[in-house]
């Protein structure tokens, strides 16, 4: 039985769910899965870092309420968070990055996954920022140190589309997708169905939960423009960067072009797409579409998000699930941790057979 | 590179597809999954049987217009089909089993698998019988035999289930899981929406190709139920033969009952379903169900086929895709061999970043 030990970066909603996990879960891993996991460091903004190379309590650090600076008072800790001291030192297998997503520039978390992957430690990630403005160079790295970077959490939480991809969909040729890929966004669109309009369905939203007081990644396409951008690239083979995806949100829909919609027995969704064209780039893009009811994505109602993924062998294939949540992204990182540990120990024996 | 010597056994629409795609796919194979296909054998009840050891031109194969017993005129061929000869000696990697599904006994498949298996060769399969029947006896002796026993078209054509559970969702905890895995049975509901009784509407799919002479397997359920079947022991480790689950076809829906669900906003499907019970044990079932039309299965129309696993981590992941087709078939035929491919050469190197 193998024990990683891991790195908790950002100690949020997604960390502390994958904490809850560990605290419960531990003994099934061990028995199906084929190992557990062990907290020995972590760092968080508000909170402070902590090091304990012989691990911590994952059922403490969720019940300890800790105040601001509160890893400071802990055996190992500091009121600081000292990421990079805690990420190219302290003993640990797997780094698990979940910090805020900068869609600008991916940083800290892009400096976060380098110094991981150059410390020879597996990086597994939520975060867009890295993925969607610095896979190639993070890939790179990990090979170069033989390590894995992994990001399944990066598009739809726990639900699999990359690696459905990489995993189930080999040679069936994908040409394309188009996917409902922000579920506030979806929720408002919703909601103006039933009849609000556009502002009070944000409001609607933000009360209940869905959406940020800033609303705008979500309702302007941006969040699905980076999303976009990771599919392109790792689907498609393209390179595309964020700006390079036109990218129009749902703000300017009127009740009116929601009434039209339905009279015309269709609907409207935020679709955030790519296809290969037939010179062989890319083009990808984030638009409202109005889509006949009988389109697949046309019943992708609430927080649900969904990829359709064209491909050439196959016709079009679907895959729905949730897109946000606590549990569901922390299960990203647990899939992204099980995929490393096939990978490196005795996946050739378990598969034979 | 690596090239496989395969037999077919059975040349009817899927193999034909899958020599179609060997025919034209095989350089962009080599590039892009590691291997090229090379077809040593093939054996069909109709046509006959041919072993040639450097392997057969698949465009030669495809343009044929092969007689009865046709492949006896070729070099190495035989006007008979000894499929048992045919599996035990020729120099092949891979046996592509694709003839009827016998929902009785699985027979001949299953012992067509059992001869490939004990003679140390891969079977990638596509029938449901062997499958639903006699899987722990074909898993138990590939596994004996160091090969592989795949069977992803066993289920949804090549639309990923099976592998999507085992290679994108361990750890998740699949609780159970409810499918439409009937396209004809779906496509004669859908036409009674439109205001068919139920012997026009089969009548109809008759005519279109999409249901057989005899459509019993489809509409009463059967066909369904050995998904069932497959799904159950393979998603949730149950060990469940077909008589033991619960099987209700549509063809005791009237149109009165179809009327009665629209007016209630609902849509009556056909639903292969299972769940794990409080005590551990598996319950499968086969019935018609009245879904609201906001269930994720409701808007699945057609031909199409999809399932829903219901998991602990993850809520509710639904993959859509095609249920049936010679081509999409055949895919799922490739997605074995690429699964055994990236099993037995090198997928540790290449998983590694």
């Known amino acids: ?30 028995r199906d899965l084929g190992f557990r996991l062990n907290i020995v460091a972590v760092s968080d903004l508000y909170l402070g870092s902590v090091i304990s190379p012989n691990g911590l309590d ?26 990079e001291t805690i990420i190219k030192s302290a003993p640990v297998d797997i780094v698990v990055e979940a910090t805020f997503t900068n869609p600008k520039d991916g940083e800290p978390a ?13 990086v597994v990630t939520t975060n867009k920022g890295p993925v969607a403005i ?3 160079e993070l890939k790179a790295l990990a090979k170069a140190n033989n390590v894995h970077f992994e990001y399944e959490g990066s598009v739809m939480s726990g639900t699999p589309v990359l690696r459905m991809a990489e995993k189930t969909l080999s040679g069936a040729e994908i040409k394309g997708f188009e996917g409902i890929l922000n579920g506030t966004s979806n929720f408002v669109l919703g909601r103006m169905e039933n009849g609000l309009d556009f502002a009070s369905a944000v409001a609607e939203a933000q009360a209940l939960g869905f959406a940020e007081a800033d ?28 700006e390079e995806v ?21 609907r409207w969704k935020l679709i955030g797409s790519a296809v290969r064209n037939a010179d062989g780039t890319i083009t990808g893009s984030v638009a409202p579409k109005q889509l006949p009811l009988e389109h697949p994505l046309a019943g992708v109602n609430g927080a649900t ?49």
Not at 7 to 30: C, H
Not at 246 to 266: H, Q, R, V
Request: with cysteine; proline share 2%.
């Open 246 to 266: 036109s990218c129009e949100g749902i703000s300017k829909l009127s009740p009116s072009d929601i009434d039209a919609a339905a009279k015309a027995n269709s």
């Open 134 to 136: 610095a896979a190639q």
């Open 58 to 83: 994952a059922k403490t650090l969720i019940e300890a309420n800790f105040a601001k600076g509160g890893f400071g008072r802990l055996s190992g800790g500091s009121a600081e968070a000292d990421n």
């Open 305 to 353: 998000n969904a990829v359709s993924l064209n491909t050439e062998l196959l016709g079009s294939v679907t895959v729905t699930g949730p897109g946000a949540g606590r549990t569901e992204t922390a299960y990203a990182l647990l899939s992204d941790i099980v995929a490393i540990h096939n990978a490196r120990s005795g996946s050739l024996a378990k598969d034979a057979a």
């Open 215 to 242: 609303p705008t990644a979500d309702v302007e396409g941006l969040d699905v423009r980076l999303k976009v951008v990771i599919l392109a690239n790792e689907l498609l083979g393209a390179n595309l960067k964020p």
């Open 1 to 30: 039985m193998k024990i990683y030990n891991i790195a908790l970066i950002g100690f949020g909603g997604v960390n502390r769910a994958l904490t809850e996990l560990i605290a419960t879960k531990n003994s099934l891993w061990e």
């Open 110 to 122: 892009i400096s976060h996954c380098r110094w991981a992957l150059k410390s020879g430690k597996h």
